[in-house]
T-cell receptor, first 113, second 111 residues
Framework: DTEVTQTPKHLVMGMTNKKSLKCEQHMGHRAMYWYKQKAKKPPELMFVYSYEKLSINESVPSRFSPECPNSSLLNLHLHALQPEDSALYLC????????????FGSGTRLTVV | KQEVTQIPAALSVPEGENLVLNCSFTDSAIYNLQWFRQDPGKGLTSLLLIQSSQREQTSGRLNASLDKSSGRSTLYIAASQPGDSATYLCAISGGSYIPTFGRGTSLIVHP
C-alpha cells in the first residue's frame, strides 16, 4: 500500500461545530504532517509528528488540535473555526529523514460557514 | 532560511510542445528535491524525487535535473498533452527534513 488516505473528502461545518479530519497510511512511515492550502498558494505546514510525538507546531491556533493515536493514523480535531479557516487540508507522510520523499493524501476540502 | 522560486508562474502552450519548468533555491545544503503535480482542489502527486547525490531522474515523458552548485532544478516535459495541465510544485528538503515549497507553475496545455 503506497497511499495516504484522507477522510472525509469534503466537509462543511458551522463555526460552533466540532469535527475531525482523518488520515491513514500503511507504508511504515514514522513521520506524518498536516498542511493547510489556500487557493493558488503552496501548502503551509501546520504540524509534524515523529514517532507518534508532536515535534513541530507552526504556531497554529488552538482551535486546531492534532492527534496521532498510532503510527498509521493522524487526526485533526476542529472546534470553533472561522470562515478564514476554509481551505484544503492535506496530510502527508514520510520516513523520518524523508529519504524517499513525501507522500500526500488527496486532501479534505473544508468550508466553514 | 531556504527560499524556493519557481519560474514561470504560469504557462500556456499548444499540445505537442516540449516544456521546461524551473525551480531555484538559495541554500545548496539540500537532502533531496521532489517535483509534484497538483490538479485543482486535489492532493499532491509525486512525479520525481532527486536525492542530493543524484543529477537527474526520468519517468516516461518527464525528466528532472538537479544542479546544487547553481541552486537550480528543471522539470522537462516532452511532447506535452492536455492531460498535463495542472500546477507543478517543487519541494526541497534540507537539514530539518521538512520540505520548503515553491509557489508552483500553473500549466495549461491546449489542444
Amino acid at each position: 500500500d503506497t497511499e495516504v488516505t484522507q477522510t472525509p473528502k469534503h466537509l462543511v461545518m458551522g463555526m460552533t461545530n466540532k469535527k475531525s479530519l482523518k488520515c491513514e497510511q500503511h507504508m511504515g512511515h514514522r513521520a506524518m504532517y498536516w498542511y493547510k492550502q489556500k487557493a493558488k498558494k503552496p501548502p503551509e505546514l501546520m504540524f509534524v509528528y515523529s514517532y507518534e510525538k508532536l515535534s513541530i507546531n507552526e504556531s497554529v491556533p488552538s482551535r486546531f488540535s492534532p492527534e496521532c493515536p498510532n503510527s498509521s493514523l493522524l487526526n485533526l480535531h476542529l472546534h470553533a473555526l472561522q470562515p478564514e479557516d476554509s481551505a484544503l487540508y492535506l496530510c502527508a507522510s514520510s520516513q523520518i529523514k524523508s529519504l524517499y520523499g513525501y507522500t500526500f493524501g488527496s486532501g479534505t476540502r473544508l468550508t466553514v460557514v | 532560511k531556504q527560499e524556493v522560486t519557481q519560474i514561470p508562474a504560469a504557462l500556456s502552450v499548444p499540445e505537442g510542445e516540449n516544456l521546461v519548468l524551473n525551480c531555484s533555491f538559495t541554500d545548496s545544503a539540500i537532502y533531496n528535491l521532489q517535483w509534484f503535480r497538483q490538479d485543482p482542489g486535489k492532493g499532491l502527486t509525486s512525479l520525481l524525487l532527486i536525492q542530493s547525490s543524484q543529477r537527474e531522474q526520468t519517468s516516461g515523458r518527464l525528466n528532472a535535473s538537479l544542479d546544487k552548485s547553481s541552486g537550480r532544478s528543471t522539470l522537462y516535459i516532452a511532447a506535452s498533452q492536455p492531460g498535463d495541465s495542472a500546477t507543478y510544485l517543487c519541494a526541497i528538503s534540507g537539514g530539518s527534513y521538512i520540505p520548503t515549497f515553491g509557489r508552483g507553475t500553473s500549466l495549461i496545455v491546449h489542444p
